[in-house]
């Protein structure tokens, strides 16, 4: 089991690197001038070359890559300040946004999925189906929007922004994050309930369940003991594999409700074009998302006891 | 308007040549009073001395301020309280040298001050930390009397060494600073010089009559700052000698400020101030909906039709020199023929444009940068209309009877330029020029320099231009032969001599009949066609009052006060 | 084993009511809009204490009969006609609640696949346990009452097993555990649905004799289905025989069997290889024609497209189940005439070969070959020192069970798998390269190989005629007429038509599929061809043909054969000589007759043994019957790895020194430390004449 | 251990005999309802894409300044937008675009992915490995930041918008292909071709690849609806199609700041037509795949 694990984290780390390497010859592509984007349209020339100069743009690309890989983060041209201090508390307020979508989107997308399941071809079953679909059509930004102007303008009922007032307790900042959390648990409900959906139909029309019902079990005890246990394990990886997406769709609803994760420091990053700022960020969320891909498979092979015990003695 | 003349003669005694050259423009109503006041004010009257000739002159009525927001409240300022204000998020790191965006020169405006104060409320250059300043003969040196007993917020005494050590920085091709855009050609580091602890004197490279302005507030790099500052340090403390002291800054967070106790003039009324950072204009103006903020700084009207239209919000609208500027490619088929240049000036509706677009809050502007913002504007050239068959006419005798195109139109998503570039197509397609639009974000169109900027490569490039004090700059960089933003390609010689007299000129005449040439010199030529000037606005919730806010998206609250 | 009297008797047993009562059942499936009428009229009793046997073959509805008694049909399946009773009490009438009583302490069932049958992430202990739980037993008790069961199904260290998942057991371990939880509730009836079908010979047996042992001990009747008329014979007191849906005869076991009183039985029974038939000697009977669509009832009898005895009365008026004398029924006008059914195929052979033992010049030669396999940081001995030789023209038989590596080998003949270093084959006196890429084209075109599953066999989205000509360009290299005329000769020598040719796999059925895949093997004139269980995938009667075709086909296309099997009398019927492995190792090599009689190998003893066969010789031989699992090939046993199961266990020197394999007579071949004599000696006295032949 | 004969389920995998498989289950498809609805509602956007300009009432680019920003009523059913055009032509007409990019955009990365998923699927090891890496790394690539710099490299146009959709698709799909094709190349075709001597790229395009097609179809329809999805983001950003074309995703992007203002019907409309549109897709695969299972 230990070398399952050891091998993972040795892919997951080569893959940590290949994507370095993609975002800085990404961010090198980048055609506009960083001095420029910093001293804006209006200044003159002269001080753009200069300030070009100082940045080091014109060192050869592998210094550049170098330079930047010894010391990671590295600081962003914008705020001429190292991108660390920057950049972690804006992670981790973009965790807990993200977290707590995931608190509310894993038990709804699996509940809806296994309700689907249950039954299979009825109404219910299609209703479900067609609300998840459409609801994943519907961008962050205009679901953002529709949501703040009527529960937060004119209903009042919830904060238009995400960022609760410095110091306030736990549950008030979580009545800041009910708003933004609600597009993003939308966008994602409909893949997840119908992964869900999948593995309980085929968890039930299989062989142990069919002996757990001969057995004269009742449905609610074959349905919960003997078919949801194996039908949502394999959701759980399925899970992780969207939060790549999640923190993508963090960007448009951290922008939109003013809340200063990592999604709104990207998309600041990339209008204002820092490219320190950018790739630090590209990477970062490239690397939570590898680790929570990671955990996730090997929280399945924990939990599944095939991988965990090895064959027959 | 011969009545006191004794009264007018006698405070003509003693004054310069200037001074009453103005005073004649006064009395022979060429110039109207709010213009006396403002170029009074800027060659050194003193508001009492010009307060004195305008009553002198006949009925002193209250100065009028822009249409729309009154300027003091009628109940009575109540203290204390917190002031919260959204704005934009500052493009970078608050370092006086390099901020050159809107959210950036809000904040210096917060605790730094000016030699010089241009508020568009009071119309008149207000002696800021400088008491009094005057030119020599020619113009060509401007000596300026500071505060004495200003205090920065350090508790350390400015003096002048302060103001030449901040000029000479600023002033320093070396440090990249964004003031160099104004001060290039006209102030060197070696022309800062101190006359005495209180008295510094301007050698500048040639006489220039603006002068006042590029050391006011409209220059918003110019904060005064203590000697050996290190710039780059500044955001942590942002020392300065204002009514306001930082208490708090984070970087795409907000800022929070407290009244400076050292401070020399009247102590702010509010508790303290705390200013929310926007990434857009969107969330920012749900924000105030939303009773999330008090105040937004600067918003422009694309897209804020929501608080513009309701009666619940206060706004407070300011004539600004921002405005819009498409440019065509004058060394290109084909726009090589004037006249094809102006058949597409002819073809825009632009009455219609500022009514759809800016719900009404900006003015028709003329082909050329001179406009309301600008005293030295001639008004006497008249304004160009939507005539489709004259721009039919103009095509046809430069050879192009059924039409011109498809040309694309470079431009980026910022503001209402989207919208606009879609009715400069369609306006343009009546009279048979079609037009293919490009359209992308700012980085991407901006790019580089010549040779890799959308902007400035385009055949046609629909930009943006922010506000400032004086038109030179407008005058200069895009229009002048060596300009550094000349997409349209301009190379005119008598034009290049017409902006240098200009420049030079120090009295209002002189400078509105050069403007007057320019003017007409534009409109014979349309390199760029100037759709419309867009009014600088600010919002706030009805229990707000004594906001003072500029066009170029300054706000000073030491006057401001919030009611419960 | 714990005596009877401690497990509680059931008071509340209801006066001698049958276990179970089926009354012209009929089951209806809705495919794709349409209803088919699967299993139409079928009637049937099972006493108390009684084991009544269910046989036909596949697509016949034994299956959906269980599923429908206990009201389990898939969604599109349902019981639109006859009564089911079951204790007296009308299953198709009883309400969720009472029906969930019934399946918890009246009727339980064992499935085929245990593996499949048991929820994979949880504990087998707690899984057999909760049967108790819902008879009302606490956690506690119910987890003791579990390992009681699990000591009665004779599971080594039952205390162990409690705590493992199912992934971690034997198959023959697992059956038994699905067993246990079934007869935890002590139910009055017991449907075993081809329980021993997925296990291997000798477990088989083991798991056979446990079944008939509780049975006598819970006095519980059975409802035995399978396929294999061997265990129902051995198993059941009466039997019901099915074809399409509908029962044709049904008697006391013994009767049916000895004298079938219905054609398609008759001809079921022919088709079994039986002992003393041997290729040279017997050909094998088929039943010509293949079953009908499901659901398609013909006017006349089901049965008559296919009999060699139909009459007009056959076709026009659907026989009835007539009685026939002591207690039997037939649905067969004819059926006092059953007997007399003409054989398909002429019982000899007329041009019987010379010898069977000096075939040709030896074909290929496999010297020392090994196969280890590296798995998640375990090395697994799939093959050890093998050496075999097979001659032109002549057939190898390859029997061992499952994991004895016999797959292993042929595919490494076939440079499927590479073999270990060290290892060397030859074909015609040249090496053969590890791997089927490095060979000549002379060498791929010479071996090749007919698959166990023609389904996985075949490409699903290819015509059969693409399948056949892709061979034939690339291994015959036709083209053009010559392909197509080959083509034609090809697929008439193993008589399939030309409308075949255009159809998928999906749209034939087992045996016609078999039979491309043979012809697609033949398309290069291979001079080998690896025979992996051919047949065991084909029902009864289609396997017949099937091995009829590869006998008829060895002697025109002068082919010879490795034929693999775990099925004794297939090989016994084929094979020249045989090869019996074990874990990856040889235990017995030399010719058919020899290795099938003594003296032999315990191992082949053994295996012969656990046969079940047709053959009712007056004496039955006595069981021998192999104790404990089969050991993991990752860390076999010391010295003769046979020593852990062999019933002629001599002592110290089996545990520490590997026998050789030793020539015990020219061409013959054991490895036991027993001297050939002794072995004479020790199996001559128990064996009788060999069995009547009818 | 007596003659094997493994049951086949009774009911279950029986010979379909005499009708074709395909023939049955297009026979099966008309009969659904969830599939005929799904097909109406595409055929009508279809028709509205080839048709658009001639069914719509007004012509979707034709601004009225006087008429700006005005509710839906009877002149106009679906109001007019900031520069005053008829929202009921925009949406009529809006619908060509998205119709010709999602589609491609999916085509695109269905085919690459298919390509790396077998390659990685049949010889696993080291190509699989290295393979499998570039995928997981293109994983971890926000969408939003991948099209910005490839739009702003390769100009913006249509095809830079399939392309940067396509390869962002690929390693999705190609993680699903891999895994379908890691069981088939165990089933004994594949080493029978082996055995015949057949060469790695025959076996993987013209025995393997045929096989595997469900699970590439599921994957194609899933795609279709992010890929739309994907097209609305990149307009967010202002990188993807023109204005003024009256696609929806211009609109949205355009007209979503003004729903404070009271505007709805400017954004409402044109999220609709893309729901019924996605929401048509997926009801139509969701009937051809339980067709296949049969």
Redesign the interface.
Known sequence: MV?FILKRLG??L??LW??SV??FL?GQ?????P??????????????H??DH?LGVDKPVLTQYWNWISNFPGTS?????PIGP?LLP?LLRSLKLGTFALIILVPLGIIGGVVSALNAGKPID?TI??VG??M????E??SG??L??VF??EL?WL???A?APPGSGFFTQLKYLILPVIPLVM?LF??IS?MARVGTVEALD???A?????????RGVVVR??AL??SL?PTITVIA?QT?YL??GL??VE????Y?GIG?????A????DIPM?EAC?LT???F??LV?LVADIGYSL????IR????? | MSRGNSELDRLREGRTELENHYIDELVFGNVSRRDFLRRGSMIGMSSTLLGAILAACGSSSKTTSAAGGTTTSSAPATKGGTLRIGAV?P???I?PL?V??AGGLLMLNQTGEFLVFDSNLKLQLQPMLALSWSPNADGSIWTFKLRPGVKFSNGAAMTADDVVYTFKQLSD??N???A??AF?GVLTPAGVQKVDSMTVAFHLEAPNGNFPYLVSSDNYNAIIVPANTDF?KWQTTFIGTGAFKLAGYT???GANFVPNVNYWGTKPLLDSTSF?????Q???I??L????VDVIAQFTPAGAAAILNSPSYKIIKLPSANHRELSMRNDQAPFTDPRVRQAVAYTLDRPGAVAALLSGDGTVANDYPFGPRYPSTDTSVPQRTQNISMAKQLLAAAGHPNGIGPITMNSEIYQEIPQLAQVIQQDAAKAGITIKLSIT????Y????FG?SP?LDGTMSL?DY?DRGAPN?YLT?PLTSAG??NAARFHNKTYDNLVKQYVAALDLQTQKQIAGKIENLLLQETPIVYPYWIDGLTASTPNVSGLNPTSIAQLYLNTASKSA | MTPISDTVRREDNLPQADALDVENLEITYRVRGRGLRVVRDVSFRVGRGESFGLVGESGCGKSTIALGI?R?LARNGSVTGGKVEIDGRDVLALNASDL??????TV??V?Q?PG???????KVGRQVA??FQ?AGASKAESLDRAQEMLEKVRISNPAGVMNR?P????GGMLQRV?IA?ALA?QPSLLILDEPTTALDATVEAEVLELISALRTEFGTSFLFISHNLGVIAKMCDRVGVLYAGEMVEEGPAREVFANPRHPYAVGLLRCIPRRDMLKANRALDTIPGSLPAPGDVPSGCIFADRCGLVEQRCRTEAPPLYDVDGGRRSRCHFHERAQTLPRVIPPEREDVPGERQDRGAVLVNAADVSKTFHM???TIYGLVDVSIELRAGETLGLVGESGSGKTTLARTLLGLTAPDKGSEITLDGQALAETAGKRTHEQEKALQIVFQNPDSALNRRHSVQRLISRALSRLGGYRGEALMARLKKLISEVRLSERHLSMRPAQLSGGLKQRVAIARAFAGDPRIVVCDEPTSALDVSVQAAILNLLNDLQRTEDVSYLFISHDLGVVRYLADRIAVLYLGRIMELGPADQVFNPPQHPYTEALLSAVPTLENGDVERERIQLEGEIP?PANPPTGCVFHTRCPRFLGDICVNTEPPLAESEPGHAIRCHIPLDELRRLQGKEVSVAGADN | MSIVDIPVEDAGALQAGRSGVRQEVFRQLLRSP?FIVGAIVLAIWIICAIFGPALAPHSPYAQNLEGINKAPSSAHLFGTDQLGRDMLSRVIVGSRDILIIAPLATLLGTVLGTVIGLLMGYFRGFVD?VL???V???????????G??AL??LGRSNLVIIIVIGLLFTPLIARTVRAAVLLERELDYVAAARLRGERAPYIMFVEILPNVFAPIMVEFT?RL??A??AV??LT?LGLAVQPPSPDWAVD?QAN??V??AGY?WE?LFD?LA??????AI??MS?SVQKALEG
């Open positions: 070398r892919l997951a080569i893959t290949l994507l993609i975002v990404l592509v980048l055609p506009a001038d001095a420029r984007s910093i001293l804006g349209p209006l200044a003159a020339p002269s001080a753009v200069v300030l100082q041209y914008q705020y001429q300040a920057i804006a299609k189906t067609i679909q459409s994943l059509t519907v961008p930004f205009v929007i529709v703040i102007v937060a303008v009042g904060p238009v922004t960022t966008v409909g893949y119908r299989s062989d142990y069919r002996t757990a019902t001969l057995k004269g079990l009742p003991r003997h246990r194996n394990l594999t790549g923190i993508g960007v448009v922008v939109l409700f003013r200063n709104e420091l990207t998309f600041n990339s209008t204002q074009h950018l590209v969320i490239g690397a998302y590898m891909t939990l599944n006891p095939r015990l090895k064959a027959a003695e | 998020t493009a970078a790191a370092n390099t050159s965006d091709p070396k990249a600073s964004n160099l855009s290039v780059t970087t795409n967070v929310k950072f926007y990434a857009s969107a969330p920012m749900l924000a909906q939303g009773n999330d974000n700012q980085t991407l901006y790019g580089k320099t890799s902007w930009v922010g700059v960089a550094t933003w | 206990v389990y969930r009583k019934l399946r918890q302490n339980s069932m499935y696949e499949r049958a048991l929820n994979p992430t949880i909760e049967v819902l998942y992934h971690q057991l034997s699905v939880m509730a998640e940081g375990e993991s | 969830t490995d499998g890496r570039f997981e790394a293109f994983l971890a690539i926000p969408l939003i930041v991948a910005m710099i702003s490299t899933v609806a992010y739309i999805f609305l983001t967010y949205i979503y700041g729903v404070p709805w954004v999220a893309i729901a019924t549109l996605v929401v997926s009801l969701d």
